[in-house]
Nanobody, 126 residues
Framework: QVQLVESGGGLVQAGGSLRLSCAAS????????MAWFRQAPGKEREFVAA????????YYADSMRGRFTISRDNAQNTVYLQMNSLKPEDTAVYYC???????????????????WGQGAQVTVSS
């Protein structure tokens, strides 16, 4: 069992930046592939970014590539999402997710992940 706790959400103006953190506990963090998803009101959960166990492999949704950066610190059992050039349409609850890693694969759908955090609200004002 892995427990995930997100932090760092909040209110920011369009064009601003936020960094989300997701602290993991319960198992060896480096055994897990990690990802960020988001869900806006009335919409389905949407893939944002993912990383393999080492952080060497990453993948981004097209609308986030170039603005968002996923990274991880296995010594700190934490995965991060740096979000720059934020837009009002980035407003959503952001979720951290984990699954057992296989090689350096990254996974991009919610059904690929077994463990989820409680979510962090990000609101971008225009």
């Amino acid at each position: 069992q892995v427990q995930l706790v997100e932090s760092g959400g909040g209110l920011v103006q369009a064009g601003g930046s936020l960094r989300l953190s997701c602290a993991a506990s319960g198992r060896t963090f480096s055994n897990y592939a990690m990802a960020w998803f988001r869900q806006a009101p009335g919409k389905e959960r949407e893939f944002v970014a993912a990383t393999g166990w080492s952080g060497g492999n990453t993948y981004y949704a097209d609308s986030m590539r170039g603005r968002f950066t996923i990274s991880r610190d296995n010594a700190q059992n934490t995965v991060y999402l740096q979000m720059n050039s934020l837009k009002p349409e980035d407003t959503a609850v952001y979720y951290c997710a984990a699954r057992i890693a296989h090689y350096s694969f990254v996974y991009r759908t919610p059904n690929d992940y077994d463990y989820w955090g409680q979510g962090a609200q990000v609101t971008v004002s225009s």
